[in-house]
């Protein structure tokens, strides 16, 4: 939990920094909701003027629905973190591991993380990616 409190911090962060932070975190967090897990975009930021809360705003596509980021499941949020801190983070020749990200993501999107990372990574920069416990080569 304490992770994904970072994660959330972070967004609210960088979303009050200007707005072009917030284009291109909405542009990131949208390319893993439309590539790993549809029905979902980045709402942005509201603030709760009775409790002063800041909320992270998830809507669904599909029926309009908008929650916090708190309450995606464990392996969207840990999904969503690994791309935000790797696309920040990764230096050119940098070297990114992943260890047993299966165990908390669905078979569905668990096929598709590899080829999306190296899609999207490969854009940007060299690197090497070290991926344990997949069956499949890409």
Do not use: C, W
């Not at 200007?18 to 390319?31: S, V």
């Amino acid at each position: 939990a304490i992770k994904f409190s970072r994660l959330k911090s972070i967004l609210i962060n960088h979303f009050l920094i200007g707005e072009k932070q917030r284009k291109e975190i909405e542009d990131d967090f949208n390319l893993v909701f439309e590539n790993l897990i549809p029905g979902k975009i980045l709402k942005g930021i509201n603030l709760n003027y009775t409790t002063g809360k800041l909320s992270v705003l998830i809507k669904e596509t599909e029926n309009n629905a908008e929650y916090d980021i708190d309450f995606l499941s464990s392996g969207e949020k840990g999904l969503l973190l690994s791309f935000f801190i790797t696309r920040r983070t990764l230096a050119s020749g940098g070297i990114v591991l992943f260890d047993e990200p299966e165990l908390h993501l669905n078979p569905n999107v668990n096929k598709k993380i590899v080829p999306f990372f190296l899609s999207i990574l490969l854009i940007k920069m060299m690197f090497k990616l070290y991926y344990q416990h997949i069956h499949q080569k890409y």
